[in-house]
């Protein structure tokens, strides 16, 4: 008795490769845990002036962004979010959010924070113990990349990446992912994400950070100097943090939609399944 064979049937058997290293992923997931701590604990600690200023000093009048509570006429608590001029009623998210079953003036609310409850000095006790893990693992995973050429190789835009750039937007726009061999290696939108994020935004970050901390300012002045001030500084920092958040939504959601067991098992693993016949294509 014949069978009919299904297109399934005929289908070649994907194989794996390895494509992740150890020390990338190591580097990788080190990261994931530390910049979570750090951004929940940099809330807590911008909780307690929620304002941000451009310059050298605060001016309390004019922030650049600022979230404030205001109580209305009839005892209600509204919390509301002023960028510049403009200002939004931002009620149970920022400015005011709900604690215990009241709504309670807060700049980002408790679920956002560490610890959840307001407290300044437990803050920057998590924040400042896990920046310096931060700032380690960022030097040793630097120096791998130099040493290993992994960053030549697969992280520095080249002039040929550029020349696609407009066929890789297109590509992400339709969905339409590498298959085979060029799922080996980073496009250009992958290598500008990663080496922006990596080489720009975390030094950025991290300078930034020594730049709020009166005894660093005391050992190096010129950082003062070249952030143009400590509210400059703190300004620029916040903006660097939620651009490490923009880039970590931006990931989850590539990761979902070109394959998650996959992706996942890469980063776990090391290795990749790809198509034998789009490799030799």
């Known amino acids: 008795m014949a069978f009919l064979s299904s297109a399934a049937d005929d289908a070649p058997e994907k194989r794996l490769v390895y494509r992740h290293t150890l020390w990338v992923r190591i580097a990788h997931w080190v990261n994931a845990g530390v910049l979570l701590i750090m951004l929940m604990s940099g809330l807590q600690i ?38 510049g001029r403009a200002h939004f009623d931002t009620t149970g998210v920022l400015g005011a959010s709900e604690i215990f079953g009241q709504v309670t003036p807060r700049g980002f609310p408790a679920w956002a924070t560490l610890p959840s409850w307001q407290s300044l000095a437990v803050g920057r006790q998590w924040h400042f113990f896990f920046a310096w893990i931060f700032v380690l693992n960022g030097l040793a995973f630097a120096a791998y990349a130099f040493l290993s050429r992994h960053f030549n190789r697969d992280l520095l835009p080249k002039t040929a ?12 726009l339709r969905l339409r992912f590498p298959k085979g061999k060029e799922a080996l290696h980073y496009n250009v939108l992958q290598k500008l994400a990663y080496f922006s994020v990596i080489y720009i935004v975390a030094p950025l970050i991290v300078l930034t950070g020594l730049t709020m901390s009166p005894t660093m300012d005391a050992a190096i002045p010129q950082l003062l100097f070249v952030f143009g001030g400590r509210q400059t500084a703190r300004t620029t920092h916040f903006l660097c943090a939620f651009a490490f958040v923009g880039f970590f939504i931006i990931h989850i959601v590539m990761v979902v939609l070109s394959g998650p067991l996959n992706n996942l098992r890469a980063i776990i693993t090391g290795r990749t399944a790809i198509e034998p016949e789009a490799e030799n294509g």
Not at 52 to 80: C, K, N, Q, V
């Open 46 to 83: 911008f909780n307690a002036h929620p304002a941000l200023y451009w310059g050298a000093t605060s001016h309390f009048d004019s922030p650049l962004l600022s979230m404030t509570a205001i109580r209305m006429p009839d005892g209600r608590i509204e919390g509301i979010t002023w960028i």
């Open 161 to 172: 990446d550029i020349r696609n750039l407009g066929k890789d937007i297109l590509d992400h």
